[in-house]
């Protein structure tokens, strides 16, 4: 079970919804498994998207912008590099975790950086209107640097929040966790969540049970949204291990407007944003002449 004793008296969270998450088509031939973001699942506050990706050169993200959230992006396997018209330039390598905060905006390519196929995830996070303007920052940890846990069966990969007693060093100025668990087969897990926090799972590999030990099993590629309670509960009855990710949130209670890229709370700053972008002004100015190197090669 998790790292603080919480059986007794502990309400876990039921599974209210469920959805697969199928392949299409984003960026430049790059394959997304959407499940937040969709047309039945448009918008789980505070979270705006979550994409599952495979990407494989010459596919990926080329230059383009963002402004009013933040985007947090997982690498699983292989590499993206990173760079956007601030001058900052990276690689986000299997394991590392890139959280992005774009506030007034950003203009940035994500494009393959190895041979083979890349696959990672990334969520994108609504900011409240009191700091969707804010200048933009990265915080970027390589995997040897993200905070581990074990106990009884259960690996958390802490990437924000806190799990098993661990806790990560990432800020978020919407309150969120996100964890990465791993249960060997007969593990039980107890997780807690805020009570007031919307949080759901996303299964990356492996079969579990999540919300009472009688629900049927749910296998990879699938997003749970989990209902009111204490936490998450979750069992691994099979053969081989579960791996799956936990992410919750402070929901915003904001209206929403959403323009592709661009996450205001009123039409008319989606006006101003567009304006914004195609005239480089107001946090765009260095997407006036700026090309990423994968968009000069």
């Known amino acids: 079970m998790s790292g603080t004793e919480v059986s007794i008296g502990f309400e876990g969270r039921a599974v209210v919804s469920k959805f697969l998450a199928r392949p299409q088509h984003e960026g430049v031939g790059a394959i997304v498994r959407r499940s937040i973001g969709r047309f039945d699942l448009g918008y789980f506050d505070p979270f705006l998207v979550l994409d599952e990706f495979s990407v494989t050169a010459p596919a990926g993200f080329p230059d383009h912008p963002h402004r009013g959230f933040e985007t947090v992006t997982y690498m699983l396997q292989g590499a993206i590099t990173h760079e956007d018209f601030e001058g900052h330039k990276g690689t986000i390598g299997a394991g590392d975790v890139q959280w992005m905060t774009a506030g007034r905006g950003i203009v940035h390519s994500e494009m393959p950086a190895a041979q083979g196929t890349q696959n990672g995830?990334?969520?994108?996070?609504?900011?409240?209107?009191?700091?969707?303007?804010?200048?933009?920052?990265?915080?970027?940890?390589?995997?040897?640097?993200?905070?581990?846990?074990?106990?009884?069966?259960?690996k958390v990969r802490?990437?924000?929040?806190?799990?098993?007693?661990?806790?990560?060093?990432?800020?978020?100025?919407?309150?969120?966790?996100?964890?990465?668990?791993?249960?060997?087969?007969?593990?039980?897990?107890?997780?807690?969540?805020p009570v007031s926090w919307n949080a759901f799972v996303y299964v990356l590999d492996g079969e579990g049970i999540f919300g009472t030990p009688k629900s049927m099993p749910v296998a990879g590629h699938h997003l749970l949204v989990l209902g009111s309670g204490d936490g998450l509960e979750a069992w691994n009855k099979s053969s081989k291990n579960l791996r799956f990710i936990l992410v919750g949130g402070q929901p915003l209670g904001e209206p929403v407007k959403q323009l592709g890229p661009f996450v205001m709370n009123t039409d008319e700053e989606i006006d101003q944003?567009?304006?914004?972008?195609?005239?480089?002004?107001?946090?765009?100015?260095?997407?006036?002449?700026?090309r990423s190197g994968s968009a000069l090669n």
């Open 158 to 193: 802490v990437i924000a929040g806190e799990a098993l007693g661990t806790k990560s060093p990432i800020y978020t100025r919407t309150p969120t966790m996100y964890l990465d668990f791993t249960l060997k087969p007969g593990a039980h897990l107890q997780q807690p969540i």
């Open 121 to 154: 995830l990334q969520l994108w996070i609504n900011l409240s209107s009191k700091h969707k303007m804010i200048e933009p920052k990265y915080q970027e940890m390589v995997s040897k640097d993200i905070a581990e846990a074990t106990k009884d069966g259960i």
């Open 273 to 290: 944003t567009i304006d914004d972008f195609e005239n480089c002004v107001n946090g765009f100015e260095k997407a006036t002449h700026w």
